[in-house]
């Protein structure tokens, strides 16, 4: 008997509510140390659309950056800048 197989996992989006596989969105993190980044693993993970409009929703003070704080929110919106805007 061959082994099963298991299904792709769809993920959640925080932004739209919107579902995709997990390699197709960004994961943010917060690691132990209380840092947030974004991850493939490791501490509480958020799911995002890799789409610019869902990066910003995420990031305003009602969603996940009440969560992450001012500054890491503004460090981690200029980290993804280059890959929202299709260069990734």
């Keep these: 008997m061959s082994p099963r197989r ?11 509510r919107g579902w995709a596989l997990g390699p197709d969105m960004f994961r943010f993190a917060r690691l132990a140390e209380g840092e947030w980044v974004v991850a493939s693993s490791g501490g509480r993970g958020y799911y995002v659309h890799r789409d610019p409009v869902c990066v910003e929703r995420a990031m305003a003070p009602k969603a996940l950056g009440r969560l992450m704080g001012a500054a890491a929110a503004a460090r981690l919106r200029a980290d993804l800048g280059v890959a929202t805007t299709g260069a990734f």
């Design 6 to 16: 298991q299904a792709p996992r769809l993920r959640r989006c925080l932004a739209c």
